[in-house]
């Protein structure tokens, strides 16, 4: 409501400094969840002894942890 008395959109954000540690929070938050997922999938795969759990396990927590990395280098160049 006061948003709308100021003249601002409803989406906008009444603090955009804070918006890049937001983004930082939030991709390691999605980093704990991938290596989450990864270390369930390859701590299963050991004590099921199945070969494509850990083989799975492995590349989906490689590929993910690049990703991450890559997004988050993306966004400190942006907030330089």
Do not use: N
């Given at each position: 409501?006061?948003?709308?008395?100021?003249?601002?959109?409803?989406?906008?954000?009444?603090?955009?400094?804070r918006?890049?540690?937001?983004?930082?929070?939030?991709?390691?938050?999605?980093?704990?969840?991938?290596?989450?997922?990864?270390?369930?999938?390859?701590?299963?795969?050991?004590?099921?002894?199945?070969?494509?759990?850990?083989?799975?396990?492995?590349?989906?927590l490689?590929?993910?942890?690049?990703?991450?990395?890559?997004v988050?280098?993306?966004?400190?160049?942006?907030?330089?």
């Amino acid at each position: 409501m006061e948003r709308a008395r100021r003249g601002e959109a409803a989406g906008s954000s009444s603090a955009p400094s804070r918006a890049p540690t937001t983004r930082r929070r939030r991709c390691g938050g999605i980093r704990g969840v991938v290596v989450g997922v990864a270390a369930g999938a390859l701590a299963s795969g050991l004590l099921f002894e199945q070969t494509w759990l850990l083989v799975f396990g492995g590349i989906f927590l490689a590929e993910e942890l690049y990703e991450t990395g890559v997004v988050a280098l993306i966004l400190r160049a942006g907030q330089e």
